[in-house]
């Protein structure tokens, strides 16, 4: 990495009820940047996302912005790093405007109904960007699968964190909406903006990430731009799969094509 | 979507809630006064209101303020906090049936105080009594959320409440069975059954306290509930920290519940009832639905306490056996709206 690293990692392992989940993972990466984290079932992505924002109990250290994760308060943390779990779960059917606007509860707005205009601008702002205006006053249970993924994007923007981690924010979309919601955290890296993306779509990682984290086994097999972190020997090693490898529009084309 | 927008929207619902708020306040406001007027000395709302203020004749005064003030004022605080435990429990486990009785807390609060009666280790009128309802209490919730885990399903949430209430009402039962004192077996049968008749200041002290902080915890952890609407996972990684809510959470429904059931013994399907009734009127915010459910359960439990003075019987019906009649069926019901998530096993 070139540019001055705006979250690293030294040595961060995790241990689940007894197995290591997560084996000495270092890293240091640039705001700004659009990364995709990939790698088999079980390869620890979702748990490297969780270490990162000290939602696991973990060894080894992360920095965010020069602090220590652990010298940080929960709602410090809060502050910088919007979380997106797997799923889009609401287990209420809340309006999506109140969903939306809980990302500022780090910000200290507890009450959705007594924003502050600073606030209430926020979510307005984030709720244009993830283009969820329309159906601001609908039950999020009430919409699409679609639009709930929007909806849950524009809660994680509206934190307005420098840490963006979302965990498959494009699983059991159809393609429309999976480019729909990389071009909307490609939007947030343009604001400055660090965008981790948990995905198993090799295909959308190399057509929209900067830079490409692989993980298997726990352990951090390889990295860089696209084409060269998803290089041939990795597909084969890690994936066990070959691939048609190209390029259009000048962007990487990786379309996984046979098991090895 | 610009400011104005954001902000319209939150001001029209916001507005229907406070209208709904203050009709519930009079209702419970009416209730209360019915509730004082209602009895063997039928009393007009005009004397009432005379006698509580001093004034009417000395029998009116009496049956106003030592009779019937303690029993409204428990039924009042009893509501309160069973209707604001239930909606906290829903809440915290994003689950409409989630609810004190349905997992046990009064049984077990019940079990408590019965265990300190059977011993003999206190009188009806001690502080030993709520304590140990509250101790039984805490246990109780504490072990279903131990049992039930993180991001637990409606069955697994509702099978661990059944056992551990089994296991109250089997631990009650074999007090009773061991016990051969007669009076320990009416007092017993006393807190099976719940009753607000009878109730002096002295059971207001001893309850009251205990209630109140119940009440002030539950309610300082509203805006959780809002965030934990988006589950476990993603409310910590807003701040929200977990484990500190569940225990101020169990702490909060033991102190509510244990130092109702100390005074009033089981009285159940409030905590459940209460917050059904008001999501229709109120929205399924579960931080805007604890004032409401509250002021709701206070509504039932009134109600169901005049209406133990007005149906005629031969003997004196017991409020809990009425709020259980009326609720079972009500339970029922919410397991048939709630069925297909029951079947899928998750909620």
Redesign the interface.
């Known amino acids: 990495m070139t540019a001055a690293a705006f979250l690293t990692a030294q040595g961060l392992s995790v241990t689940l009820s007894g197995r290591a989940v997560l084996h000495d993972v270092s890293l240091a990466l640039p705001s700004g940047r659009l990364v995709a984290l990939v790698g088999p079932n079980g390869a620890g992505k979702t748990t490297l996302l969780r270490a990162l924002a000290g939602l696991v109990p973990s060894e080894g250290t992360v920095h965010v912005g020069g602090d220590a994760l652990s010298a940080l308060s929960l709602r410090e943390r809060a502050r910088r790093f919007g979380y997106l779990p797997q799923g889009h779960m609401v287990h209420w059917p809340l309006p999506a405007r109140d969903i939306v606007a809980l990302g500022r509860y780090p910000h200290g707005a507890t009450d959705s109904a007594r924003l502050t205009p600073a606030d209430a601008e926020a979510v307005a702002r984030a709720m244009r960007i993830a283009d969820v205006v329309d159906f601001a006053e609908r039950p999020v249970t009430e919409l699409s699968g679609g639009e709930r993924s929007r909806v849950a994007l524009a809660r994680v923007l509206a934190v307005e964190a420098p840490v963006i981690l979302a965990d498959e924010p494009t699983s059991s979309l159809d393609p429309r909406h999976q480019i729909d919601v990389m071009k909307t955290l490609r939007l947030a890296t343009g604001k400055g903006a660090l965008v981790i993306v948990v995905t198993h779509d090799l295909g959308l990682a190399a057509r929209f990430a900067d830079t490409i984290l692989v993980l298997s086994d726990g352990r951090l097999v390889s990295q860089g731009a696209p084409m060269e972190a998803l290089s041939e020997q990795i597909m084969a090693d890690v994936f066990r799969i070959r691939a048609y490898r190209t390029e259009f529009q000048r962007e990487a084309v990786i379309v996984p094509w046979a098991e090895i | 979507?610009?400011?104005p927008?954001?902000?319209a929207?939150?001001d029209a619902?916001?507005r229907r809630r406070s209208v709904v708020t203050a009709a519930l306040i009079a209702l419970v406001a009416i209730l209360s006064l019915a509730s004082l007027g209602i009895g063997p000395v039928r009393l007009s709302p005009l004397s009432v209101v005379d006698a509580l203020f001093g004034g009417g004749t000395d029998v009116a005064q009496t049956i106003v303020r030592e009779i019937r003030l303690p029993r409204a004022v428990l039924a009042l605080a009893i509501g309160a906090v069973l209707g604001l435990s239930g909606a906290a429990l829903q809440g915290l486990l994003?689950?409409p049936l989630a609810a004190p009785d349905l997992f046990g807390a009064p049984q077990s609060a019940a079990f408590g105080a019965v265990l300190i009666i059977a011993l003999g280790l206190a009188d009806v009128r001690s502080y030993a009594l709520p304590l140990a309802a509250i101790a039984a209490a805490f246990l109780s919730v504490f072990m279903l959320l131990f049992i039930s885990g993180r991001n637990a399903g409606l069955l697994i949430l509702i099978l661990a409440g059944l056992a551990l209430s089994s296991l109250a009402g089997a631990a009650t039962a074999l007090v009773m069975n061991l016990s051969n004192n007669p009076f320990v077996l009416l007092e017993i049968t006393f807190w099976l059954l719940g009753s607000l008749e009878d109730r002096s200041f002295h059971h207001v002290a001893l309850a009251l306290p205990f209630i109140v902080a119940g009440a002030v915890i539950l309610f300082s952890q509203r805006?959780a509930f809002?965030?934990?609407?988006?589950?476990e996972?993603?409310a910590?990684?807003?701040?929200?920290?977990i484990v500190h809510l569940r225990l101020w959470v169990i702490s909060g429904v033991a102190l509510g519940v244990g130092g109702a059931v100390a005074v009033s013994g089981t009285i159940g399907f409030i905590g459940l009832v209460a917050p059904h009734l008001m999501r229709p009127l109120i929205?399924?915010?579960?931080?805007?639905l604890l004032v409401p459910s509250a002021l709701s359960g206070s509504a039932l439990l009134l109600a169901a306490d005049i209406a133990v003075r007005i149906i005629p019987s031969t003997s004196d019906i017991r409020v809990g056996v009425l709020t259980s009649i009326i609720g079972v069926p009500f339970f029922l019901y919410l397991i048939m709206r709630e069925r297909r998530s029951l079947s899928a096993g998750v909620?």
């Open positions: 979507m610009s400011i927008d954001v902000m929207g939150i619902a916001s994003r689950n805006n809002r965030v934990l609407s988006l589950g996972e993603a910590q990684s807003l701040g929200v920290d929205g399924h915010d579960p931080a805007r909620a």
